[in-house]
């Protein structure tokens, strides 16, 4: 069984750092793009940065200079590190990975909370 397990979340106060992980397991021939997500109450998930396998980054604006997303091939596994943290930063965050399974196929973490207090 193919799944994406997340780690890391939980609560910090603003101007902290956390550091969320996403392994992928199970029957998987190959890793294609990775990526973290978010969503806050009411309101749609959002993308917040996506890493290829060859390691081009894409972030969203509201996090440039401060998260910074990586991943380890070998260990099927991206990270998303987040520092200067804001309460607007809240949400819960999504794992997404392209996986190819044999066909290539989108696949999501059940979330991580992060809460980020004033």
């Known amino acids: 069984q193919v799944q994406l397990v997340e780690s890391g979340g939980g609560l910090v106060q603003a101007g902290g750092s956390l550091r969320l992980s996403c392994a992928a397991s199970?029957?998987?021939?190959?890793?294609?793009?990775m990526g973290w997500y978010r969503q806050a109450p009411g309101k749609q998930r959002e993308l917040v940065a996506t890493?290829?396998?060859?390691?081009?980054?894409m972030y969203a604006d509201s996090v440039k200079g401060r998260f910074t997303i990586s991943r380890d091939s070998a260990e099927n596994t991206v990270y998303l590190q987040m520092n200067s943290l804001k309460p607007e930063d809240t949400a819960v965050y999504f794992c997404?990975?392209?996986?190819?399974?044999?066909?290539?196929?989108?696949?999501w973490g059940q979330g991580t909370q992060v809460t980020v207090s004033s």
């Open positions: 997404n990975a392209n996986l190819r399974v044999p066909y290539y196929t989108n696949y």
């Open positions: 199970g029957s998987i021939f190959s890793v294609n793009a």
């Open positions: 890493i290829t396998t060859g390691g081009s980054t």
